[in-house]
């Protein structure tokens, strides 16, 4: 009921049931929700969190994003592709790295296939990465939709699956994962949720990012907050780059 009720509003209505109630849990004992008055502050408060979470992320002219998709070119149609990474915070702040990230990581990694975990519009730096076969996993419908209907459209392998990640059984093998800035996310919603994602994940080499930052480039962020991190995965490298710090892991697998 709580869940129908937080989602009975359009910005919240494309979210994963798993990730929205992940959210109300963390409220557990807080609210009486058979209290009306007590359980509208529950769901105040949880939307409240969500958007902290996501839609924070979305910046003005969003909705327009199908409209430029029509007039994409190609599939590495970078003049397009820039436009529609630019509706989003994460991609934008990343948008004039990707050159030189993605050269970087085909040095070290020779991926041709990637899964990209929390990807929101992240498969549109594809004009900059490369074709590969790209799968992506995210909690937002509207925003797995879409990715796949560009990919559908230049007939791209792979495609991007809606979902909470915490709560699904398996993921798919490829050749790197990319958790770009989402385990802190993660670790805000289940403490230790880091560690259980990396069982789940396959993949020889992950890369995993983190903002330097505050959202929007405002003020830095102590480094010191990423030393759980550091102790947990060993990291064959790290580097700095735009608004980021990136770790390579390579592992057994």
């Known amino acids: 009921m709580i869940l129908e009720e937080v989602k009975d509003k359009k910005e919240y209505r494309g979210l994963s049931d798993a990730f929205v109630s992940r959210v109300v849990h963390l ?15 529950l769901i105040k408060e949880v939307r409240a969190k969500l958007r902290e979470l996501y839609g924070a992320f979305r910046l003005p002219g969003y909705q327009k994003k ?53 990807c929101g519009l992240n498969v549109f730096s594809l004009p900059w990465m490369g074709r590969v076969d790209y799968y992506g996993i995210d909690v937002n419908k ?18 991007v699956r809606w979902g909470d990640v915490l709560s699904l059984d398996t993921v798919v093998k490829t050749d790197v994962c990319f958790l770009f800035k989402v385990l802190e996310g993660f670790e ?12 789940k994940i396959t993949s020889p080499y992950i890369v995993a990012s983190f903002a330097t ?24 490298e790290k580097f700095s780059l735009g608004g ?10």
């Open 188 to 199: 805000a919603l289940e403490r230790g949720s880091t560690e259980k994602l990396l069982k």
């Open 66 to 118: 199908e409209k430029i998709l029509v007039q994409m070119k190609s599939w590495d149609d970078k003049e397009t592709a820039e436009r529609i990474l630019s509706l989003h915070m994460s991609t934008l702040e990343r948008m004039h790295s990707y050159q030189k990230l993605y050269a970087r990581l085909q040095q070290e990694i020779p991926f041709k296939t990637v899964l990209d975990i929390g």
């Open 244 to 253: 980021e710090v990136y770790y390579i892991i390579k592992r057994n697998v």
């Open 142 to 159: 509207d925003e797995v939709d879409f990715c796949n209907v560009y990919l559908k459209k230049f007939e791209l392998t792979g495609g």
């Open 213 to 236: 930052r505050s959202l929007g480039g405002g003020k830095a962020i102590s480094a010191r907050r990423l030393k759980w991190f550091e102790a947990l995965v060993p990291a064959a």
């Open 27 to 41: 409220y557990d004992g807080k609210y009486n929700i058979y209290v009306e008055k007590e359980k509208k502050k």
